[in-house]
């Protein structure tokens, strides 16, 4: 069996994965997701939060993507150092953006649930704050690709920065176990198992998935949209050449 | 069966739903129109 790694390597094996795996991923998000909220609106309200549970099922989902996307970035952006792979930067360019939305949306929506619950919209503790050092980090990567026109250095420079950032996701994912944070602790992936109750638990698996779904939807579309973009960029060059 | 009751919370919940579907509105938007931009220029290209 060829490794997927390898197999998705070839340009023209990719493209033709990606026209029918992109829109599987998103009917499958799309099915997932309304099936997680339907899950989580019929689910009781929680006897401590009251009706804002109902945020947590749109907030984990962001977060957990916002890192998961960015450890894609990170992946790709080695695959691209190392083996100087255009398909992996391609990859890893596409995530940054996707990226950056889930980091948004994980900030606003917890900063909507953090309100009502903490009675405050933000706080520098630890765990918030290295959540928007990822949105800092992402936009950074965007930033550094545009401001450089020799596309190679500007792989290069943005794979580097890519894996320097990488070191946040630890102190993301440990920042509730090393400070005293106001954020609570994992709560559903965690050694031991979920602390939450199965009523609120898988909505939460079942939007987890559908972002996840998503995420790799719009990645595929994203990254065939590079391919073509290098494709019509090295084509006006030789149409430039004669 | 779903209950959309909110109450006292209606304003952050119903925001951190509308902020959530604007947001993947236009991460989709913005990632067709991206790929098809671009596909309709190699392909002019491509026949030249």
Redesign the interface.
């Known amino acids: 069996m060829i490794p997927a790694p390898a197999f998705l390597s070839n340009p023209e094996r990719f493209m033709a994965f990606s026209r029918w795996a992109a829109p599987m991923f998103g009917a499958i998000a799309v099915v997932l997701g309304l099936a997680g909220l339907w899950l989580g609106w019929a689910a009781p309200e929680d006897y401590q939060q009251g009706a804002t549970v109902r945020i947590l099922f749109i907030h984990i989902p962001a977060a957990w993507l916002a890192e998961f996307a960015y450890a894609c970035l990170a992946v790709a952006s080695l695959l691209a150092l190392v083996f100087r792979h255009v398909l992996a930067d391609a990859a890893a360019q596409a995530a940054a953006p996707l990226g950056a939305g889930f980091t948004v949306l994980a900030l606003a929506t917890g900063s909507l649930w953090g309100r009502p619950m903490w009675g405050t919209y933000w706080v520098w503790d630890a765990r918030l704050t290295s959540v928007l050092a990822l949105l800092l980090i992402y936009l950074a990567y965007m930033a550094l690709r545009a401001s450089l026109d020799d596309e190679a250095k500007a792989a290069r420079a943005a794979a580097i920065l890519a894996l320097v950032g990488a070191v946040n996701l630890p102190i993301i994912h440990y920042s509730v176990d090393w400070w005293n944070t106001l954020h609570q602790g994992a709560s559903v992936f965690r050694a031991g198992g979920s602390a939450l109750a199965p009523v609120f638990y898988w909505p939460v698996i079942l939007m987890v998935l559908a972002y996840m779904s998503a995420f790799g939807s719009l990645w595929l579309v994203r990254i065939r949209g590079e391919v073509w973009r290098r494709r019509a960029e090295a084509a006006a060059l030789r149409a430039a050449r004669g | ?7 006292k ?1 209606a304003f ?2 119903w ?3 509308g ?2 579907a604007a ?2 509105v ?3 938007a ?3 129109a ?6 309709a ?2 392909e002019a ?2 026949r ?1």
Do not use: C, D, N
């Not at chain 2, 069966?1 to 109450?7: A, L, N, Q, S, V």
């Not at chain 2, 991206?34 to 596909?39: E, L, T």
């Open positions: 069966m779903p209950h959309f009751e909110t109450g919370y952050f919940i925001t951190a739903y902020i959530t947001v993947l236009a991460m989709i913005t990632s067709l991206h790929a098809q931009r671009w596909k220029r190699a290209l491509a030249k």
